[in-house]
Each structure stands twice: as structure tokens, then as C-alpha cells.
Nanobody
Framework: QVQFVESGGGLVQPGVSLRLSCVTS????????MSWYRQSPGKEREWVAL??????????NYADSVKGRFTISRDDRKNMIFLQMNSQKPDDTAVYYC????????WGQGTQVTVSS
């Protein structure tokens, strides 16, 4: 059974850093491109960042809105991915989810990030 458990969210002030974690299970983690997504109130879920799998040098790609501020990484021994979020802005407020890139099912509960002064 494919599962994702996100954690690490919270209420932070603008400019503060936060690191999200995602524990995965139920599939061969290293074979998949993994992504972080987010959903703000009243908006559709949007893609944030992706990281390629084993043998690709962990290549990454980012949405323009977070490029240069967020860093995605993965630990293939622990079947986990991470999102380091620096220089956060109020627009980063959202529920953050991890998933296999392009997958439309098996969403976890997400972790709430609120950026506010």
C-alpha cells in the first residue's frame, strides 16, 4: 500500500527557514521521481519541486516561485524526501504534500505551513 507521511510544518515569520520531511512506503522508492506539492486555501494543488531517482545524480527542478529559496533532497536508504524552505514568504502558506511525480492518487494528509508576521 502506497503511503506518504509528511511532517515538519508550522507557523513561522517571513524570512524564517523550515524543513519538511516525508516518509514513504509501499513502492520501490529509488525508481521514482519524487515531488513536493502544495495547496493554498481556495487554490488548486500546485507542483513545487522534484528530484530524480537513483543513477541520475539526484537532479532537481523547481517551480519559478520557489527557485533559489527551496531545496529538495532525498534519502534512498530511508525512503524519504525533504524540502528545505528558506526566505519564506506569506505566499508560501499552504498544505505541503509529497508524492511520486505526476501521480494523482495516494495523497497523504500533508503538513501545514503558515508564514505570517
Amino acid at each position: 500500500q502506497v503511503q506518504f507521511v509528511e511532517s515538519g510544518g508550522g507557523l513561522v515569520q517571513p524570512g524564517v527557514s523550515l524543513r519538511l520531511s516525508c516518509v514513504t512506503s509501499g513502492f520501490t522508492f529509488g525508481r521514482y521521481i519524487m515531488s513536493w506539492y502544495r495547496q493554498s486555501p481556495g487554490k488548486e494543488r500546485e507542483w513545487v519541486a522534484l528530484i530524480f531517482g537513483i543513477g541520475t545524480g539526484d537532479s532537481t527542478n523547481y517551480a519559478d516561485s520557489v527557485k533559489g529559496r527551496f531545496t529538495i533532497s532525498r534519502d534512498d536508504r530511508k525512503n524519504m524526501i525533504f524540502l528545505q524552505m528558506n526566505s519564506q514568504k506569506p505566499d508560501d502558506t499552504a498544505v505541503y504534500y509529497c508524492n511520486r511525480h505526476g501521480a494523482g492518487t495516494n495523497w497523504g494528509q500533508g503538513t501545514q505551513v503558515t508564514v505570517s508576521s
